[in-house]
């Protein structure tokens, strides 16, 4: 796949009503849906488009907020599955997710579901979601997901809060059978701030351990946030003779469409590449100028711009817009970039 020219993942955020509070939420969410969301036929549209338009469709994962909030949200799955779109969703856990409505799911054909769990106990997970009960019932419908038949993506966010639990999640992961373990390291937007996020020496002993980890385990394991995670993989020979991949990251095999229809790179990068009521999501992946510039290495600045993996890996565009405000400035979450994060006094 010629990732300038297709989306490997498209994340779609149908909604940014939720009844969770957690402290890290990209999204800010809110109790009640915003009434200038798109609607199912914008949806359909846009589904319509990139059918047409792309060799390669991307798998789609619907998310919030809390897609759940939406009444209509078995039309937005039908959409998508009807035009053979892989589909998965990415619900938060509150009491609207009963087994019954995974089962149901299964049977519409959503082919994944993204869990988010945080810690491995209630004492990290409910404290880091803002809600008592959720880690327990988070283990429930992880396990009527398997139980459907549907594959398992099990979501954990890496930053202060969580760090101390993250080789029993490990072990969690696979006591829960998943299909993929994606752990995103916190970027400082949203509710998250730089106090909440890790430094680029622990970024680092954290993807040496999940590279580690990914070698022991037969499901894919694999870092959002840290694209840098392919050199640690290829610097430490967990790549045989293969020479370092490029790594699906913000603008390159990845977009994000939020609920009133813009187009970003990435969710916790916020930045628009144009609207999709006025444009083309596959013109402005393939031709905006946001997007095309955070997919040219020649750009970068700093250690990401001069780095032997400035194309396979590029840095987080992500962490650099959010430490210093440019998308294309070095990372700081990444030892090689001679970035430094601000001190958390000014943070």
Request: aromatic letters at 8%; a negative charge; proline letters at 5%.
């Amino acid at each position: 796949m010629d990732l300038s020219q297709s989306m490997h993942v498209l994340t779609w955020e149908v909604t940014k009503a939720c009844q969770l509070h957690c402290r890290h939420c990209r999204a800010r969410a809110i109790p009640h849906r915003n009434a200038g969301e798109l609607n199912v036929e914008e949806i359909g549209a846009v589904l319509d488009d990139m059918a047409e338009k792309l060799s390669f469709k991307p798998i789609i994962v619907f998310t919030g907020g809390d897609p759940s909030e939406r009444e209509d949200l078995d039309q937005i799955l039908e959409a998508s599955i009807s035009r053979g779109f892989i589909t998965s969703i990415s619900p938060s856990v509150t009491p609207r997710i009963t087994d019954d409505l995974v089962h149901h799911w299964a049977e519409m054909g959503v082919r994944a579901i993204s869990l988010s769990i945080d810690g491995p106990n209630p004492q990290i997970h409910d404290r880091f979601r803002g809600v008592k009960g959720t880690f327990e019932r988070s283990l429930q419908v992880a396990h009527a997901v398997v139980e459907s038949g549907m594959s398992l993506q099990l979501n954990t966010s890496v930053g202060r809060f969580t760090i101390e639990g993250l080789e029993e999640m490990g072990e969690l992961a696979k006591s829960l059978q998943v299909s993929s373990w994606e752990v995103f390291f916190v970027i400082p937007m949203g509710r998250a701030n730089l106090k909440s996020s890790l430094d680029a020496e622990e970024i680092e002993h954290v993807l040496e351990y999940l590279a580690d980890y990914q070698g022991k385990v037969g499901f894919r394991v694999t870092a959002v946030g840290a694209p840098h995670y392919v050199r640690v993989q290829h610097e430490g020979g967990y790549m045989g003779d293969q020479p370092p991949r490029q790594i699906v990251r913000e603008a390159r095999g990845f977009a994000f469409i939020d609920h009133l229809g813009e187009v970003y790179p990435s969710g916790y990068l916020p930045l628009s590449g144009g609207n999709v009521r006025e444009r083309s999501i596959v013109d402005i992946y393939r031709q905006s100028e946001l997007f095309t510039s955070l997919r040219d290495p020649d750009r970068f600045e700093g250690g990401c711009g001069a780095c032997d993996y400035a194309v396979a890996c590029g840095g987080s565009r992500a962490r650099a817009y959010a430490v210093f405000g440019d998308p294309l400035a070095p990372d700081p979450g990444c030892i090689l970039s001679g970035a430094d994060l601000p001190a958390l006094s000014q943070a």
